[in-house]
């Protein structure tokens, strides 16, 4: 296999257990986008986030349906385009950015929430990076570009 499709299979493999982990405080993954759809279908009803606030969280359910388009995106046999680069990289700083609002938080005195989940889910959005960033070589050419002697 590939190791950019070996890249996507742990992507996916860890997007989907990040899930059913705790991801913040005592939410689970799934409990989190829960609450990030919430935000995203109610905007003013339920909560009193600014707009700011609410394209923030709204960021997160972004992100996810990227992830998952993307990844179908690595798996088919067309080549990665810069496009595809620039919205992994995007999705993966949306992800990012929820350790360091979390960091800033601690520092200011509050009790740091992030969990394993949250880690792992970070961690599958860095692979899938990855994965659309690793140049792929032709099959029979060694990584310089020359030809692979026979038997190899």
Same mark, same amino acid.
């Given at each position: 296999?590939k190791?950019r499709?070996?890249?996507?299979? &742990?992507a #996916?493999?860890?997007f989907t257990?990040s899930?059913f982990l705790?991801?913040? =405080?005592?939410?689970? #993954?799934?409990a989190?986008? #829960?609450?990030?759809w /919430? *935000?995203? @279908?109610?905007? =003013?009803?339920? %909560?009193?986030?600014?707009? =700011? +606030?609410?394209?923030?969280?709204s960021g997160?359910v972004l &992100? /996810? &349906?990227?992830?998952?388009a !993307?990844?179908v995106? *690595?798996?088919c046999?067309a080549?990665? @385009?810069?496009?595809?680069r620039?919205?992994?990289?995007?999705a @993966?700083?949306q992800?990012i950015?929820?350790?360091f609002v /979390? !960091? $800033?938080a601690?520092?200011? #005195?509050?009790?740091?929430? $992030?969990?394993? +989940?949250y880690?792992l889910w970070? !961690?599958?959005?860095?692979l899938?990076f990855a &994965? %659309?960033? $690793?140049p792929?070589?032709a099959?029979g050419?060694?990584p310089g570009g =020359?030809?692979l002697p !026979? +038997?190899?």
């Amino acid at each position: 296999m590939k190791l950019r499709r070996k890249l996507a299979v &742990a992507a #996916g493999a860890l997007f989907t257990l990040s899930f059913f982990l705790p991801a913040f =405080g005592e939410l689970s #993954g799934v409990a989190c986008f #829960g609450f990030c759809w /919430n *935000i995203l @279908t109610h905007y =003013g009803q339920e %909560h009193d986030l600014s707009l =700011g +606030g609410w394209l923030y969280y709204s960021g997160f359910v972004l &992100a /996810n &349906a990227l992830f998952v388009a !993307l990844l179908v995106a *690595i798996l088919c046999p067309a080549a990665p @385009t810069a496009l595809r680069r620039w919205m992994s990289a995007l999705a @993966t700083l949306q992800v990012i950015s929820w350790f360091f609002v /979390n !960091l $800033v938080a601690r520092w200011n #005195g509050d009790r740091f929430n $992030v969990e394993i +989940g949250y880690f792992l889910w970070l !961690l599958a959005y860095l692979l899938l990076f990855a &994965a %659309h960033s $690793v140049p792929e070589r032709a099959e029979g050419h060694a990584p310089g570009g =020359g030809e692979l002697p !026979l +038997g190899s």
